[in-house]
Nanobody
Framework: QVQLVESGGGLVQPGGSLRLSCTASGRIFSINDMGWYRQVPGKERELVAAINSGGSTNYAYPVKGRFTISRDNAKKTVYLQMNSLKPEDTAVYYC??????????????WGQGTQVTVSS
């Protein structure tokens, strides 16, 4: 079994910053792609940023230049540094990890979600 635990969400004023973290634990052999998604009520979950095992990154257009995704493989953790936050960034943020388990099975796992609210 694999668990993803997220932290770092909260309430921030426009222009402020937050850093999200997501740590994986359990029967993990390796982690391939790691990413952050977000969802607002009534809309589909959308990709925010992703990073592969080699460190290559991909960002959704609305967050380019403001958000930075990174990972610490030793800690099995992915981060999302969010700067210059805007009200439209308000959403529940989910991390997703593509895990190869100790049984050599590749499975996508999701975190429980963390609320980010950008408001004055």
């Amino acid at each position: 079994q694999v668990q993803l635990v997220e932290s770092g969400g909260g309430l921030v004023q426009p222009g402020g910053s937050l850093r999200l973290s997501c740590t994986a634990s359990g029967r993990i052999f390796s982690i391939n792609d790691m990413g952050w998604y977000r969802q607002v009520p009534g809309k589909e979950r959308e990709l925010v940023a992703a990073i592969n095992s080699g460190g290559s990154t991909n960002y959704a257009y609305p967050v380019k230049g403001r958000f930075t995704i990174s990972r610490d493989n030793a800690k099995k953790t992915v981060y999302l540094q969010m700067n210059s936050l805007k009200p439209e960034d308000t959403a529940v943020y989910y991390c997703k990890c593509s895990v190869v388990t100790s049984l050599a099975v590749r499975v996508n796992y999701w975190g429980q979600g963390t609320q980010v609210t950008v408001s004055s």
